[in-house]
């Protein structure tokens, strides 16, 4: 693992409990695509561009420790 992936990892940390807390604690919708949408909304709305910028990248190295909800939320950012 690099220096760099390391790093990342650690600042992702509690942006991935965040996200999960959100997910867990966003009601379900008609269907798992709405329920998505919602918690990326809300991420949008609240979260600053660089905690954005941050949980993408950590998504695109596979985004480890985010539930099946988070992931599919911050593909839609």
Not at 15 to 38: C, G, H, Y
Not at 45 to 63: L, N, P, T
Request: proline share 4%.
């Amino acid at each position: 693992m690099s220096e760099t992936t390391i790093e990342n990892s650690h600042r992702a940390e509690p942006l991935v409990k965040m996200l999960n807390q959100i997910a867990a604690n966003t009601p379900r919708k008609e269907s798992p695509d709405a329920t998505a949408e919602t918690i990326a909304a809300h991420v949008k709305k609240f979260w600053a561009r660089s905690m954005k910028q941050d949980i993408k990248a950590y998504v695109e190295s596979g985004g480890e420790g985010l539930s099946g909800m988070a992931l599919v939320a911050v593909r839609k950012l």
